[in-house]
């Protein structure tokens, strides 16, 4: 079945944050000014690269493997960032202040119980130590 298949492995979807930002970051006052500041969380260092992915952008990876046949194992990345890099943009976009704090797995599992809260930070966690894997192929790298 593979010589006929390839896969698309989506990164972290950027809409993750709309719908489960509360599980990462917490607003909270600016200490010395008193303005709202929205602090995200997050394990594995705050400046780690990681592979985000837009689902608006589905269609244009599902067309690259297309097009270059079976047996490719695709990472579907719209843009690889870091959570620095990631709030950052939040702050322009919002005008509301953030910042990224580095936490433990058992932190995370502890803020957000019954699974959702260590399996997030687990893939976080892994995805800043070891990447997502030498195998697969960013869409930058396939030619047809």
């Not at 896969?7 to 000014?33: C, D, P, Q, W």
């Not at 400046?47 to 608006?56: D, I, M, N, S």
């Not at 399996?119 to 396939?142: H, I, M, Q, R």
């Amino acid at each position: 079945m593979w010589k006929k298949s390839s896969l698309l492995n989506a990164g972290f979807y950027v809409t993750n944050m709309i719908k489960y930002g509360f599980l990462k970051g917490r607003m909270g006052k600016h200490e010395s000014e008193g303005k709202k500041k929205y602090v995200y969380k997050t394990p594995g260092s705050p400046g780690a690269k990681h592979p985000f992915f837009v689902p608006a952008d589905t269609g244009v990876f599902v067309e690259l493997l297309v097009k270059v046949g079976p047996g490719q194992d695709l990472l579907g990345v719209s843009e690889m960032a870091s959570y620095e890099d990631y709030m950052r943009e939040w702050t322009r976009v919002t005008g509301v202040e953030s910042e990224v704090k580095e936490v433990s797995v058992e932190d995370e599992d502890k803020a957000s119980p019954g699974g959702i809260g260590r399996e997030a930070a687990e893939s976080t966690a892994s995805s800043a130590e070891f990447g997502w894997g030498k195998e697969l192929v960013l869409p930058t790298d396939v030619s047809y």
